[in-house]
């Protein structure tokens, strides 16, 4: 945010939302904050586990994680979350996604940064030429994103690899 607050102060509402949205998308790693970060759990735990109100579906994500919060820390990743995400229009009061185009970009921005890094770390030629056979099999969803994406990633380069020989 920091990064564009002088812009935000002379802009309208619908302007100040899209900008956000724009600077959300070209975020990584340690520049996300903690609010994005509270919108992207808030909206995947409650559309994960769709059952359980927001509280338990939280819980039930971190359990499931073995990492410990206390009730405390999870409402105050949902009340940022959920009121975050419904400003800028991507989720509504339920928690539900309404805006799925920005989700799958945010994605796919975070994936490619993944990438990128693999790439750079790395210098893998195959990665780089079956980049994109690997992201039609993330659109197919064939990727199990509850896991280190990373990892994943390099597996699903092995079994892709497998699949062409």
């Known amino acids: 945010m920091s990064k564009i607050f002088e812009q935000l102060k002379n802009e309208d509402m619908q302007q100040r939302v899209t900008r956000i949205r724009e600077n959300i998308l070209s975020l990584y790693g340690g520049e996300i904050g903690d609010n994005c970060l ?26 499931k994680a073995e990492i410990t919060k206390n009730t405390n820390q999870i409402n105050t990743i949902i009340n940022i979350g959920r009121a975050d995400g419904i400003f800028l229009k991507i989720l509504d009061d339920k928690g ?21 890094k693999l790439i750079e770390d790395t210098e893998d030629e195959e990665l780089i030429r079956d980049r994109f056979l690997i992201y039609n099999r993330i659109r197919n969803k064939q990727v199990d994103f509850e896991n280190n994406l990373e990892i994943n990633l390099v597996q699903i380069h092995s079994q892709t690899m497998i699949q062409l020989s």
């Open 38 to 63: 509270a919108i992207y759990l808030f909206a995947y735990c409650v559309n994960r586990y769709s059952d359980k109100t927001f509280l338990e579906a939280l819980k039930k994500f971190y359990e």
């Open 96 to 116: 539900r996604i309404i805006d799925l185009s920005f989700m799958n970009k945010w994605m796919y921005a975070c994936i490619d940064q993944v990438f990128s």
